[in-house]
């Protein structure tokens, strides 16, 4: 049975097991407690864990875990992050199972920093026309605004936005701020194009770079899998609020992350009907493990197609990046309830996101600018994003597919997400439970 306590009065006392919470506990349910008091030690979870139904939590590896009762050896009944429900023993441990090198590096700093140090990364990034021209021609219509003006490129890359301000937009000024080694290039990039005298290539941390002045405008490139993966638009927000005056512009001013229902048969057969035959042979016994293997984690650089969809999508985040906290990143929680318009096998969701070039102050002539990864527009290098299903499912035009998603930031590894999905298929003679299904992006 489940227990529910009241607790009060939680102390903090240290202990050679680590910290150790004392509460005065209260029954609150019919069932009496065990014993009068409880020791609520703090444990950590070794590794991941997803729940198998509605009475059990879900772990990350490293997150703190109070114990309220150690139910037998196998079960116990845990509270983490406010939420109370079982958890296996197996998977607690008194010892945080990460090291202390890892927690100074939870951003991972070595390995993101590395990536972006080499010429593949942006050679695609510059190849990829539709990004790269929304942000010169952004820049080249704002010229009136942006003409004298001092501007601070976030994660500048090769400083090819940087190159657009001071070239096309005529700023006076630009900080062009990038972490990875590719800085040393664009240093040169910027002397060999004579614009030394407008650029200032700075190889640090945006969030720790210090700056001489304020900024009229900050240009950044953040956008990553559904959206907001990597959580670069985290340094954004620093620097917005660091070094923006209070009538500056952030560039992309807005932003949005779309879902749609849809099929994707190709990938179903390589991914899953593959295991039916293996060179003559029945491998579909590991079409579990191929669905948890394969699919365990959203499919970037999916090209979804129009006439895969099943319904018209739903905008599920939106945000202003001059209002944006870092706060509102943690978790992000939306309901959706698509109406099916064609009949067919649904065997996912696809996802893809815009961002507007706008927010210019009134008394300049500009047209917002935007980029959009709509299957609908110019392909992208982003393409899109596919989250499959386990079980594929039969739709017909007039059923309903709804549900919630939920993007929950990693506790640990700040630059990843965990995606909860949950849903519901109903129509006429289809009344089906509801479903769930947890992704991550990337641990």
Request: net charge negative.
């Amino acid at each position: 049975h489940v227990r529910t306590y009241v607790m009060s009065e939680l102390q903090p006392i240290d202990s050679d097991a680590g910290i150790v919470f004392t509460a005065s506990c209260e029954a609150v349910s019919d069932a009496p407690p065990s014993e009068a008091q409880l020791s609520l030690d703090v444990y950590y979870s070794l590794s991941d864990y997803t729940a198998s139904d509605d009475t059990q939590l879900d772990l990350q590896q490293g997150e703190k875990v109070a114990v309220l009762e150690k139910v037998n050896n196998t079960w116990w009944w845990v509270e983490v992050s406010g939420r109370t429900g079982y958890v296996p023993a197996n998977h607690l441990t008194t010892d945080n199972p990460i090291s202390a090198s890892e927690i100074d590096d939870i951003w991972q700093d070595g390995e993101y920093f590395s990536s972006y140090a080499s010429l593949k990364l942006h050679h695609e990034m510059l190849s990829d026309k539709p990004r790269t021209e929304a942000y010169r021609s952004a820049i080249q219509n704002a010229r009136a605004f942006i003409k004298g003006k001092v501007v601070l490129d976030v994660g500048s890359g090769t400083g090819v936005l940087s190159m657009f301000c001071a070239h096309l937009g005529g700023a006076k000024k630009v900080y062009s701020v990038e972490a990875s080694d590719m800085a040393d290039h664009s240093k040169e990039l910027v002397k060999h194009n004579c614009l030394s005298a407008e650029i200032e290539v700075i190889k640090a941390r945006a969030e720790r770079v210090e700056l001489p002045e304020k900024v009229d405008m900050i240009v950044s490139e953040w956008m990553g899998t559904l959206l907001i993966f990597e959580m670069m638009l985290e340094a954004v927000i620093i620097s917005r609020d660091k070094w923006l005056k209070e009538d500056g512009v952030v560039w992309p001013s807005g932003a949005r992350l779309f879902l749609v229902p849809c099929s994707a048969q190709q990938c179903y057969d390589e991914k899953i009907s593959f295991w039916d035959n293996v060179y003559g042979f029945d491998f579909s016994p590991l079409k579990q493990v191929a669905q948890s293997d394969l699919f365990g984690r959203p499919i970037q650089n999916h090209i979804v197609r129009e006439e895969d969809c099943f319904s018209k999508p739903l905008c599920i985040l939106t945000f202003d990046t001059r209002t944006v906290t870092v706060a509102n990143l943690e978790l992000i929680q939306s309901n959706f309830r698509f109406e099916i318009t064609k009949s067919g096998t649904m065997h996912g969701f696809g996802s893809w996101f815009d961002v507007t070039f706008g927010s210019i102050p009134e008394g300049y002539r500009y047209s917002p600018v935007v980029l959009s990864t709509s299957p609908q527009y110019p392909l992208t290098h982003w393409k899109q994003a596919l989250l499959m299903l386990n079980t594929p499912l039969h739709v017909t035009k007039g059923d309903h597919i709804e549900g919630d998603i939920t993007l929950t930031r990693h506790k640990v590894w700040r630059r990843h997400l965990r995606i909860q999905l949950r849903y519901k298929h109903s129509g006429v003679g289809v009344c089906s439970e509801e479903a769930s299904k947890e992704f991550l992006l990337w641990r």
